[in-house]
């Protein structure tokens, strides 16, 4: 379950606005030459980001079959789709998660996309339906060309070129003569054609590829892209900012000053005059004359983009990481963003088991996944408007609840079915106690109950007109609802009756979770955590160390909780809620879900699609071990006290303490004396007493610790000790 309460009050408002896309920017160098970046937002060893299909992915590839109709593809399987030149995209079901690297529409009705493992998809309406072909090969697949809806070529890894002449019900192999990877391919009819890759390779056919023909390029820098403006005219693009042209049909290649030595990724011509190229960081580049000159464009983004394509000398689009899609109407003077649809703000999220699980977006999407987060698919009917909740049961039945009162359920882990809720406020919080028994909460006190799994809700009444932001039961009779200043309601009939309890706060509580009929925890606004360990009776006040907005909570038993929120929040308990400590996430979106099925095994999701795993509980791993120090030599009088100044230092975020032991030798290397000083603390000065009973002399002492974690020390601290 999920909630986004501060949002949330605010939906009857925000549904009269038109949504804003959000495009992710991905930091971090450049991708090396000769690869494609394809890394996610830096993670910390314990949460890791995973890859939520149609959310983040990066979008490698575009196509327009005229200025209407367009289509794009990426990371995962993530197909787009516009019908209005960009204005609006929506996901297609590609029925693959591996990666898709090209795609290319001859017409409005027949597409191709082909990507990773040899992956080749076709369509033959526009992409409301996409079917697997059999490429014959198991290498990746890159670039991809039509030129009408029977004869096509794709290219690919290790000098891979596959064609067609019947719409790809047969697919063969040509003979490419090299065994460079192949990024890119451009036919101007049905005999003249291009493809370009790794190590500058051009390869070049004037017979529909019956015979391929290497050309210079006079470049040895890997070739991302290749365009023609006819069969005499062109351009190819890559690593280092390098363009080189051509205008006899490649007899000769020549270099021309792209002015930038960012990578370019891709490049596309309306003709033989007018040309685009785009790369890292934004970059955009333009020719009018051919390229004598390449003209710098401004970029509204700053994400890597990794595809260009042009209908005419003035509109073009342009897609890269993080899924953004920017489009130009005058020849590329001006870009401007476009919603590609993928920067959905994950609301809920649910998991069965380790394996089986849902997230539902503030786009209406339902993804489901079958092994644990490591691929998302999505499920369900479109036009949802947003869904804030998801509840499963177990990996056969889930809910989801929405804008309106939307209700949706499946009862076999893969189709949904809308349900009637019989309200009509949005409902924020759903849970069920068992497969027929459950409660969705939402705007002004709004609780709906269902007795059958769904098939009949009624209204019950809250006696409050406050927002519900989320619910929890933990049979068909006991449960509780939080909501707007501090609210907390119980029932304990299923809902016939709910009275409210005293939390004790006037924060907006936003998640509640409990694990038997004493145990609860609620979360809410400046941090706030209230506990009861009697059913609700009493709630107290729990330190959550931090004042960010708590969104929502997990606890998988009555020890172990995570709790996320606002800025990339996570903190986290191992013993009730007794003490609360703050993870790193390694994000620094708003978190609005969390679930958790053991102590270790847990997800979190929020803004702009982020969802993060972890398998440590959260905890990152500590295997650094600490460093002991000897401060000072020491000289004692024999028969009063010595002092022996020493410090552990462990810099790991859980280096609080260690285990400390102190010999004492003589030089001689005979230990003498044992001083065993338990638990010190780390990270600051510290010094041991004893009485100093040896005999007058010389000695050395040595410090030894072991950490939290089990770690001895990496090298232990010695100094002297004098005697006299």
């Known amino acids: 379950m999920s909630h986004v309460v501060g949002i949330k009050a605010l939906a009857p408002v925000l ?30 060893p314990a949460w890791t980001q995973q890859r939520w299909a149609p959310q983040q992915s990066t979008l490698n590839m575009v196509s327009f079959a005229g200025v209407t109709h367009g289509w794009t593809v990426g990371q995962a399987g993530v197909i787009r789709a516009t019908v209005n030149g960009g204005s609006t995209w929506t996901l297609q079901t590609s029925g693959t998660t591996n990666d898709l690297n090209g795609v290319d529409f001859p017409t409005t009705s027949h597409g191709w996309a082909a990507g990773n493992g040899g992956t080749l998809l076709a369509t033959a ?26 004869k096509g070529w794709i290219v690919g890894a290790g000098g891979t070129i596959l064609s067609t002449c019947d719409g790809g019900a047969h697919w ?19 005999a003249h054609g291009w493809a370009t890759g790794d190590d500058g390779t051009i390869v070049a056919t004037g017979d529909g590829g019956a015979h391929w023909t290497p050309q210079d390029s006079t470049s040895d820098d890997a070739l991302w892209g290749v365009a023609f403006g006819d069969a005499t005219h062109g351009w190819a693009a890559g690593i280092d900012g390098t363009i080189v042209a051509t205008s006899n049909g490649g007899a000769t290649w020549t270099p021309q000053k792209s002015g930038t030595t960012n990578h370019l990724w891709g490049v596309a011509c309306a003709d033989a005059t007018h040309g685009w190229a785009v790369g890292n960081n934004g970059t955009l580049i333009a020719t009018r004359d051919g390229g004598a000159s390449w003209e710098w464009r401004s970029s509204p983004v700053g994400n890597y983009l990794c595809a260009v394509t042009g209908v005419d000398t003035q509109r073009a689009w342009a897609v890269g990481s993080g899924g953004v899609v920017i489009a130009t109407a005058d020849g590329g003077t001006v870009w401007k963003t476009q919603s590609s649809g993928i920067s959905a703000d994950v609301y809920g999220l649910t998991f069965a088991d380790a394996q089986h699980g849902w997230a539902v977006d503030n786009g209406g999407a339902i993804l489901a996944t079958e092994d644990g987060g490591s691929s998302w698919l999505q499920q369900g009917p479109s036009g949802l408007g947003t869904l804030w909740s998801v509840t499963c049961i177990d990996d056969r039945h889930a809910w989801a609840a929405g804008w309106g009162g939307t209700i949706v359920a499946t009862n076999n882990g893969t189709s ?3 349900q ?27 609780i709906a109950a269902t007795e059958d799994g769904g098939s009949h809700w009624q209204r019950q009444s809250s006696g409050v007109t406050t927002h519900l932001d989320d619910v929890s039961f933990i049979d068909e009779r006991r449960g509780w609802a939080v909501g707007g200043s501090g609210l907390i309601l119980c029932t304990e009939d299923g809902g016939d009756h709910w009275a409210a309890q005293a939390s004790g706060t006037v924060e907006d509580l936003e998640g509640i979770a409990f694990t038997d009929d004493m145990h ?32 929502a909570v997990t606890f998988p038993d009555g020890q172990h909780g995570r709790v996320a929120g606002v800025g990339g929040t996570i903190v986290a308990t191992d013993d009730g809620g007794l003490h609360w400590r703050a993870q790193r996430s390694g994000v620094f979106q708003d978190l609005y879900a969390v679930d958790f099925t053991d102590p ?19 905890v990152v791993p500590d295997t650094i071990a600490p460093i002991t120090e000897a401060l000072a030599a020491a000289t004692v009088q024999r028969g009063r006290t010595a002092r022996l100044p020493y410090r552990i230092i462990d810099l790991t975020p859980d280096g609080d303490t260690a285990v400390v032991t102190i010999t004492i030798a003589r030089t001689t290397g005979m230990v003498v004396r044992t001083l065993r000083l338990g638990e010190k603390p780390a990270n600051t000065e510290l010094r041991a007493g004893f009485k100093a009973t040896l005999a007058e002399g010389s000695y050395r002492w040595y410090v030894y610790a072991t950490d939290a974690a089990g770690n001895p020390q990496s090298s232990v601290g010695a100094n002297t000790l004098r005697v006299k």
């Open 416 to 418: 949904w079915e809308r």
């Open 125 to 150: 309406d526009g992409g409301a339906s996409w079917t697997p072909q059999a490429s014959g090969v198991t290498r990746s697949l890159y670039g991809v060309a039509f030129v009408d809806a029977a």
């Open 172 to 190: 063969i192999t040509q003979l490419s003569r090299t065994d460079h990877s192949l990024y890119a391919v451009a036919f101007v009819d049905a």
């Open 15 to 44: 549904a009269t606005l038109a949504p804003i896309a959000l495009a992710l920017a991905f930091a971090g160098a450049a991708p090396a030459a000769g690869t494609r970046d394809t890394r996610a937002a830096d993670a910390t």
């Open 420 to 446: 009637t809720s019989t309200v009509d406020q949005s409902l924020y919080g759903i849970d069920f106690a068992d497969t027929q028994h459950g409660w969705a909460v939402g705007w002004g006190g709004t």
């Open 520 to 551: 609860g925890w609620a979360v809410g606004d400046a941090g706030t955590i209230r506990a009861t360990i009697d059913g609700g009776r009493h709630w107290a006040a729990q330190s959550s160390g931090t004042h960010d907005s708590l969104k």
């Open 600 to 618: 270790l095994r847990g997800w979190a999701g929020g803004d702009v699609g982020v969802i993060l795993a972890t398998v440590t509980g959260g």
